[in-house]
């Protein structure tokens, strides 16, 4: 189990590897992990929106945990491992969320539940149930892919529920991470452009697709910050800021997968439906980026 002071620092959302047929490539996601470890990041998110989590099947997700156990295991590694569990059905992520616990998950990443566009009420009764399961529970804002947003008044309702430890905020402004850390609220910046600006409001640290590349230029953000050290860790941000942009340019985690198969971490830059590859032009741009 996690507590709020385990939340802090760059953890990296994983992608979930395909074969050129769609299936689950487990050899490679091993190898891209493994190579994760090499550096000194803070906990692994398996399952986010960066792991395609609306089109991996929950059995995939298993094997998922399963091989990040055995290579953390393998190396006496003691990162946190935080599993996306959240749908917009609450019967489901509670299930969900019992089998991750099962898994040997150390918490659970519960996104705000989307499209059916519920009450503020109805948010918190999903979370209060979800946190009943015992498992720690990171709430996932990300209003923008949702169509709902979660009220500071309501977050700060469900961070005073046993077991939830904290909030990845991926939303675009800044309220939330003022009103939050304020009051001793863990708050992983989720929104990569603005980590910057988070840490400075008192942010914990950050779970960034960005920070699959460039990963200890992040660390050393993060680090910087955490000394109070905000023109140093400026510095360090912004030479990150030319990568964000790309990696977001088209829809997480298409760009992303694109750069780890070019760098080989990686065997195929495969998607499943509706998510589809980037453009010619992005690939350009990318090749570009690569080349300074
Ligand atoms: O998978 C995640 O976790 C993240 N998802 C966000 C998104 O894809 O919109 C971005 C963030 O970097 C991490």
Known sequence: ???????????????TPFGSDGELDQASYANYVMNL?????????????????PTVRWE???????????LLDGLHRKIPVIVGTGTNDTASTVDRTEKAARAGADAVLVVVPYYSKPSQEGIFKH????????????????PARTGVRLNINTAKRIMELDNVIGIKDSSDHLELVSALSHVGVSVLCGDDLHLHDKLSLGAAGGILASANINTERFIEVYAWARQGD??????AFDSLVPWIQKLFQESNPAPLKWLLKRQGFISSDQLRLPMSPIS?????????????
Do not use: C, W
């Open 230 to 235: 905000l023109i140093k860790a400026k510095e």
């Open 37 to 53: 470890l090499s550096h000194p990041i803070h906990g692994l998110v398996i399952n986010g929106t960066t792991g395609e989590s």
């Open 1 to 15: 189990m996690m507590d709020r002071n385990g939340l802090h620092g760059i953890f990296v959302p994983v992608v």
């Open 127 to 142: 979370f209060q149930q979800v946190a009943q399961v015992g498992i720690s529970v990171v709430v996932y804002e990300i």
């Open 280 to 292: 010619v032009e992005l690939e350009d741009e990318l090749e570009q980026l690569l080349s300074l």
């Open 60 to 70: 995939e997700v298993e094997v998922l945990i399963r091989i990040t156990r055995d």
